[in-house]
């Protein structure tokens, strides 16, 4: 094998392995051969994590790149209205309406459209499925020392709803009355009536097919997920040995486990509205000065059961995202993470107040301003634990042997956007505040730095850190810094305007302003972003051509371990097989974060603990 | 499955696929917690119409809870190496499974046949819902019934540590979707 460098070192960890390690006897078994078999078994309808791993990080790809599409799109009517978009009409078809001089422009329908598909794809195809799908599978078996998850076959499955879902989605943008337009948060009664738009119709009954498969998508992977971290850890591995990346998706997967399915309940009861004629959301409404005959139902009532999912949702997203920059940071900077208990107990103390905050969502909803008082309370509290995680990043960074490489650069970089987006947070939390931020660019912007590009950056951080894991190469760092700097900076140029916007008061969700003299000020600001908003999509296509040239061409990995790291996936050969170690399983006799102990730049977790020496989880 | 099994009490002493069957449950629960919190939020706003649920009701809740008796004497049965019991009483609690449902159903007619439809009031609504909702939930537990029935019938009589727990995840679903009616048809019967 490759392992010729450093081979004494690995030899010592193989001796170790085979001295301490745990025997299963699973290599007797053969069922890596019953299915593995074929082709289809082995990389299409594959249950193994890994294969697994990949399957969501390219799915989640391609949806990012048709989802940042759709913005670019959108965006240029924001910036550029006056503009002839004729070009596109070859893509968009019959949704750019071309007048007698030649001049295109975006049907405001598709417009509507657009934003809904591309909130919808980001929050659960990209940042959900292919953050969390991608690294918890890659990671969770690795790091705790599995052979696989629980059980590789729901976990197939998991994935196949997932791409099921997408497939009913992408279907749904060619339908003659488009895709659902009302908003990634379906909000009735657009989403309740049929005919309160043309994308309310089968656009939307393909949105909600789509999602409820990915809800079983989240359900069947979350299952997995904690079963084999509960119940598969190897010998020693104690709760406070695993590295915060486990903790991370752990509390994630809880999350989604409970949260999720009370979306669906709220879709259950908008089926019912929208199919039988049920009134559970609707109440006197006219549509074109027609009287329905829906009466007793309340709106406000889906805004709760949406918002009970969706705010857990965000840290759903954010959550992995935390994971991984955390172990990234600590590995690249060779140092112990800071403060690793405080770390877990607020990934778990995030958790739980994740429940209790739904209601800022909807402080401008006409709920009780008494009860709004309370959640302005506990959604200041979650400020708390998520200050005490940046602290705790930034004293590990503080001091350390820094290795400025992409996979430390996005880290740092989500740090960053994590505090900007985080201060904003704590305006929108207090309900007086949110009177004149609601439903502003002021929210777009909070929730896009804090989100959008926090979560995409410690995805990218965790792609680039575990590209080697993934395919064996590295990534190319030149392309990684370009993107890195051009994608940080990109970040801010589209973003930071947007507070300004927000705060005199230019609404969201608007095709076009030029009904209001007052926001005509601001052409020049929406002209930038949109140019911004460019030209930080190309440098995305940086990133893409780099993961593809590096699956193929790029510089190989030729030892185990190139990081240095402490945890246990860097133990497994350089392309791990079936069952992930050839021989006995791994046992644990530390902590995942030994940087810099007593003189030794590493000690990786399967070393027993020296003569005399101290172990570093109390 | 086959690794789940293989690795089964590795770590804790619970089986992985129970765990994976309880967290399955827990997530179900907060889906019916939901309708119910909607429920309450709702009728909290008032233009609700009481009603009183159909006595049927009362019976299916009076079968449900029989066939989760006699399941569980199965299970004991099976556990015993009592082979002609435990068929016997696996059939029993399938057919009242099925009975259940019918019972159900016959619930509806007569909430129909008195004026209570589903397009009417919110109140009414929730009713059809919730207890349409719980019984795709049994159907579900019936399709489990029907592969222990398979085994049952199909394999040969032996008891082996794999077979029980398959029967106990067959059978602690039951319970549970009999629990869940129990508790959503107190809460409709005195939360109206
Ligand atoms: C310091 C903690 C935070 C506070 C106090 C906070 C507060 C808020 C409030 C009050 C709103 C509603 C604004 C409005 O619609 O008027 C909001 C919107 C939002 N926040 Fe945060 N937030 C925080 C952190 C986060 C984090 C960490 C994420 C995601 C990872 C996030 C994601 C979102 C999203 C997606 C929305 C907008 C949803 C929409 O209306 O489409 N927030 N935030
Ligand atoms: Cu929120």
């Not at chain 1, 994308?199 to 409820?212: D, E, I, Q, R, Y």
């Not at chain 1, 709004?372 to 200050?387: K, R």
């Not at chain 1, 929406?526 to 510089?555: D, H, R």
């Not at chain 1, 190989?556 to 069952?579: C, D, F, M, Y």
Request: with cysteine; charged share 10%.
């Amino acid at each position: 094998m490759a392992d010729s460098v450093d081979t004494t070192l690995y030899k010592k960890e193989d001796a170790l392995i085979e001295e301490l390690g745990y025997d299963d006897h699973f290599h007797e078994h053969h069922h890596g051969d019953k299915y593995q078999a074929s082709f289809i078994t082995k990389y299409i309808f594959s249950q193994d994590h890994k294969i697994i791993a990949k399957q969501f990080l390219i799915t989640g790809m391609i949806w990012a790149i048709i989802g940042a599409a759709m913005s670019v799109i959108f965006r240029m009517q924001l910036g550029f209205p006056e503009e002839s978009l004729t070009w596109i009409k070859p893509l968009l078809g019959k949704w750019i309406v071309v007048d007698a001089n030649g001049v295109g422009t975006l049907d405001p329908e598709f417009y509507y459209a657009l934003v809904t598909m591309h909130g919808t794809i980001l929050v659960f195809f990209v940042l959900t499925a292919g953050l969390s799908g991608t690294f918890s599978n890659l990671l969770i078996p690795l790091q705790v020392g599995a052979r696989d998850m629980a059980s590789p076959f729901l976990n197939m499955l998991s994935y196949w709803f997932f791409f099921l879902a997408g497939i009913i989605m992408f279907i749904s943008l060619f339908l003659n009355t488009g895709p659902f337009s009302g908003g990634w948060v379906a909000y009735p009664p657009l989403s309740a009536l049929p005919e309160a738009s043309s994308g309310s119709k089968a656009g939307m009954t393909m949105w909600t097919m789509s999602l409820v498969f990915f809800v079983v998508s989240v359900l069947l992977g979350g299952i997995n997920y904690i079963t084999t971290v509960l119940n598969l850890r190897t010998k020693g591995m104690s709760m406070w040995r695993l590295p915060l990346t486990i903790w991370a998706f752990l509390v994630t997967a809880i999350l989604g486990l409970l949260s999720f399915p009370v979306l669906v309940a709220a879709f259950f009861l908008l089926m019912f509205d929208r199919g039988i004629g049920t009134s559970f959301y609707l109440s006197e409404i006219y549509i074109g000065g027609q009287a329905l005959d829906h009466v007793g139902g309340s709106p406000i009532l889906y805004q709760h059961l949406f918002w009970f999912l969706g705010h857990p949702e965000v840290y759903i997203i954010i959550l992995p995202a935390m994971g991984l920059v955390s172990e990234v940071l600590s590995v690249q900077s060779r140092k112990p993470i800071f403060g690793y208990r405080a770390m877990v107990l607020s990934i778990l103390a995030i958790g739980f107040l994740s429940f209790l905050v739904w209601a800022h969502h909807m402080f401008m909803s006409g709920v009780n301003p008494f009860i709004s008082n309370i959640f302005v309370v506990f959604t200041l509290i979650i400020a708390v634990p998520s200050a005490v995680k940046v602290f705790n990043w930034i004293s590990t960074l503080y001091r350390g042997n820094v290795r400025l490489n992409t996979p430390a650069l996005f880290a740092i970089g989500f740090v960053s956007m994590f505090i900007s987006g985080g201060l904003t947070g704590i305006f929108l939390g207090n309900s007086a505040l949110d009177i004149q931020l609601h439903d502003t660019y002021f929210v777009v912007a909070h929730f896009h730095i804090v989100m959008g590009v926090a979560a995409f950056f410690g995805m990218f951080a965790g792609i680039y850190h575990w590209f080697p894991k993934l395919y064996g190469r590295f990534m190319d760092e030149t392309m990684g810094k370009i993107h890195f700097w051009g994608t940080m900076i990109g970040a801010y140029v589209i973003f930071w305007p947007m507070h300004y916007l927000g705060m005199v008061g230019v609404p969201r969700r608007y095709y076009s302003f030029d009904a209001y003299q007052a926001f005509s000020d601001f052409d020049e600001m929406n002209m930038f972003i949109t140019v911004g908003a460019i030209i930080t999509f190309g440098l995305q296509l940086v990133f893409v051509i780099n993961f593809f040239y590096s699956i193929w061409k790029g510089k190989k990995q030729t030892v185990r371990n190139p990081w240095g790291a402490t945890s246990l996936e860097w133990t497994t050969p350089i392309r791990p097989g079936h069952g992930n170690w050839p021989g006995k399983i791994p046992s644990v006799h530390r902590w995942a974060y030994d940087y810099g102990k007593d003189g030794k730049e590493f000690i990786p977790q399967i070393t027993p603990l020296a003569e005399g020496e101290e172990p570093s989880d109390h | 499955m086959q690794l789940a099994l293989e690795n089964k009490r590795r770590r804790n002493s619970i089986h992985p696929m129970k765990l994976a069957l309880w967290m399955s449950l827990a997530s179900i629960s907060m889906m019916f917690a939901g309708l119910l919190s909607a429920y309450i939020v709702r009728q909290a706003a008032g233009n609700w119409f009481e009603f009183t649920l159909p006595n049927l009701f009362l019976v299916s809740t009076g079968i449900i809870i029989l066939s989760s008796i006699t399941l569980h004497r199965s299970l004991v049965a099976f556990r015993n190496k009592k082979e002609s019991s435990y068929k016997i009483l696996l059939v029993t609690s399938f057919i009242l499974g099925v009975l259940f449902i019918v019972c159900q159903y016959q619930g509806w007619m007569a909430m129909q046949a008195a004026g209570i439809d589903i397009k009417g009031n919110p109140s009414g609504s929730f009713a059809y819902v919730i207890s349409g909702l719980h019984v795709a939930h049994v159907l579900g537990g019936l399709a489990a019934m029907v592969v222990a029935l398979i085994h049952a019938f199909k394999l040969d009589f032996r008891v082996t540590p794999l077979r029980i727990n398959r029967l106990e995840l067959t059978s602690h679903y039951w319970h549970y979707v009999d629990a869940l009616w129990v508790v959503l048809f107190l809460f409709l019967t005195y939360y109206r």
